[in-house]
């Protein structure tokens, strides 16, 4: 079946200007995680779903951060007033339940250059 | 702060050889930890997880050791193969709550044919 996929594969915007970034987890997955990986370092979590709602946003850096996954499927990531300090990958991740020790499976990312 | 610390950052192995990766945490409350094996342009892939209730677990060539005392845990890889020149993460989560992994920095492994 399907991965997780995200789209776009890239993206480059200017500094101050506003991003969406999407994410189609696996179907039926009800757990789904957004992500961003720096260069050269490990992947750092932003926000959690179960479901339409999110159950965990402590990661997300500041207020210009927000997601949405409203009908509990497809999500987006929406950066505002973005930054180049923004420029990283970013990661969606689904699992099944999002109960503990599941597997969580990765899209390939969004590249994002802020310039 | 750093919750999981890994090391080493690059790593330079021969074909068949053994190659070991590193990884110390500080939070008790983890209780899951994963290897994820990452390609260039790809998202991360689950290889191999352990829970701490074992000290070893192993599949295949990949073997996760587990010390519960020293809060440590570490990958070893039998007789590496080119194919397996990628960057490699250990990870861990919490008991309870939302299941976010915590990443270590990366290792990159790169197998000499």
């Known amino acids: 079946g399907a991965g997780v996929s995200q789209t776009p594969s890239n993206k480059v915007t200017e500094k101050g200007k506003y991003v969406e970034l999407r994410c189609d987890p696996i179907?039926?997955?009800?757990?789904l995680y957004w992500y961003r990986q720096s260069l050269g370092q490990g992947p750092e979590f932003l926000i959690y779903f179960q479901g339409t709602g999110a159950a965990d946003d402590s990661g997300l850096p500041n207020d210009r951060f927000f997601a949405v996954r409203p009908e509990g499927s497809v999500s987006t990531l929406k950066i505002q007033r973005t930054e180049r300090g923004d420029s990283a990958v970013y990661l969606c991740?689904?699992?099944?339940?999002?109960?503990?020790?599941?597997?969580?499976?990765f899209g390939p990312g969004t590249r994002l250059l802020v310039l | 702060q750093q919750q999981v610390k890994q090391s080493p950052q690059s790593l330079i192995v021969q074909k068949g050889g053994i190659s070991i990766i590193n990884c110390a945490y500080e939070?008790?409350?983890?209780?899951?930890f994963p290897w994820y094996q990452q390609f260039p342009g790809k998202g991360p892939a689950l290889l191999i997880a352990?829970?701490?209730?074992?000290s070893e677990k192993k599949e295949g060539r990949f073997t996760i050791s587990f010390n519960k005392s020293a809060k440590q845990f570490s990958l070893h890889i039998m007789d590496s193969q080119p194919g397996d020149s990628a960057t490699y993460f250990c990870a861990a989560s919490r008991i309870q709550g939302a299941q976010k992994l915590v990443f270590g920095q990366g290792t990159r492994l790169t197998i000499n044919p």
């Open positions: 179907s039926g997955h009800t757990a």
């Open positions: 352990i829970r701490p209730d074992v």
């Open positions: 991740a689904s699992s099944l339940a999002g109960v503990r020790g599941e597997t969580q499976y």
């Open positions: 939070n008790t409350a983890f209780d899951y």
